[in-house]
C-alpha cells in the first residue's frame, strides 16, 4: 500500500486539501494518505522543513511526501521531485528540499514540462503534484516525468555561534503549546559546554534557566524548562503550557518569539 504524505499552510482552508485527498483517492484508490500538518506559517520554507525533518525519519521507504507551501513555479523556485534516502518529495524548489537533511539529495527531477491533468495554474498541488505523486504510488519512475536536474535555491538558516564562552542560538519554531525550538543541538552543547556550569538568559533573570531536564515534568506546572527534545534540539518550554488552559508556554510566558536570540553563558 503507497504512502503519500501532505503537508501545507492552508490553515482553516483546509478544504484543499480534501480536493488533494480525493484526487489521489481517485487515481490510487489503495493509497494511505497522512496528513502531516496543514498548520504551517504561510509561505515559511523553513517551517515545511523543520516539520517534515521530524517526520520522515518515521516513514518507511518509499513514501512519497507531497509539499504544499509557497507553490507558484517561478525561475527562482521551479517544481521539483526529490529523491533522499528513498523517500521523494514533490515541491517547488523553495529551500525546502535542502533544509529537510541539510545535505544534497540523491536525485532531483524536473517537473516543468510535464503535462498537467488540469488547468489549474494557481493550484498545481492539484494539477501537477498529485498525477506526479500517483504515477510514482503506482511503481512509474520519476525520469518519465521530468528530466534529471539540480536544487536552484539551497536556503541556509542561521546556525548557531559558540565565542566567549557564550553559546547563541535562535528560536526556530514554536508550536501549538508556546514551547520554542531553537536550533542548538545536544552534541554541540556538549562540546563547548564541556559540562560546566551555565545559565540560558532569559529576559528576566527571575526566569533563566540553569540545567536541562529530561522531560517537561521534572518542573512544577507552569514553570520553565529547558530539555533536548525528540530532534536533539534544545526546547524551551512551560510545563503543562497550553493556550486552552489559560497556561500560554513559554513564548507567551517568557516573551520568546520566532527568530529571537538564545544566548548559554557558560562559566569561565
Known amino acids: 500500500m503507497p504512502i503519500i504524505t ?57 513514501t512519497i511526501h507531497i509539499i504544499a507551501v509557497s507553490t507558484e513555479s517561478t525561475p527562482e523556485k521551479p517544481h521539483r521531485i526529490v529523491r533522499i534516502e528513498d523517500q521523494y518529495f514533490i515541491g517547488a524548489d523553495t529551500g525546502t528540499f535542502h533544509l529537510i537533511f541539510g545535505k544534497e539529495p ?48 539551497s536556503k541556509n538558516t542561521l546556525n548557531p555561534v559558540y565565542a566567549d564562552h557564550v553559546l547563541t542560538g535562535h528560536v526556530i519554531y514554536i508550536d501549538g503549546y508556546g514551547n520554542c ?21 532569559m529576559r528576566s533573570s527571575r526566569s533563566d534557566i540553569r540545567k536541562i531536564d529530561n522531560s517537561y515534568s521534572e518542573v512544577p506546572i507552569g514553570e520553565s524548562v529547558a530539555v533536548f527534545n525528540h530532534l536533539g534540539l534544545l526546547e524551551i518550554a512551560v510545563n503543562g503550557g497550553s493556550p486552552s488552559n489559560g497556561n500560554v508556554g513559554a513564548s507567551g510566558l517568557l516573551g520568546i518569539k520566532l527568530d529571537d536570540v538564545i544566548r548559554i553563558e557558560f562559566a569561565q
Do not use: C, W
Not at 490553515?11 to 484543499?16: D, L, N, S, V
Not at 523553513?46 to 517534515?52: E, G, R, S, T, W
Not at 489549474?120 to 510514482?136: I, K, Q, W
Not at 525550538?181 to 551555565?198: A, C, H, N, P, Y
Open 106 to 153: 540523491d536525485a532531483v527531477f524536473d517537473l516543468s514540462n510535464m503535462m498537467a491533468d488540469f488547468d489549474y495554474p494557481t493550484f498545481p498541488e492539484r494539477s501537477l503534484f498529485v498525477p506526479a505523486a500517483a504515477h510514482l504510488a503506482r511503481g512509474g519512475i520519476p525520469e518519465l516525468l521530468g528530466r534529471p536536474a539540480s536544487l536552484v535555491n
Open 6 to 62: 501532505l503537508t501545507s499552510d492552508y490553515g482553516p482552508e483546509r478544504f484543499y486539501a480534501g480536493i488533494l485527498r480525493g484526487a489521489l483517492l481517485a487515481a490510487v484508490p489503495d493509497a494511505n494518505i497522512v496528513d502531516l500538518t496543514h498548520d504551517i506559517r504561510k509561505h515559511s520554507a523553513n517551517d515545511a522543513a523543520l516539520i517534515l525533518r521530524s517526520s520522515v525519519v518515521h516513514f518507511p521507504k518509499g
Open 181 to 201: 525550538m531553537t536550533d542548538i543541538d545536544k552534541q554541540l552543547f556538549k562540546e563547548v559546554g564541556t559540562d560546566r556550569s551555565f545559565v540560558i538568559v
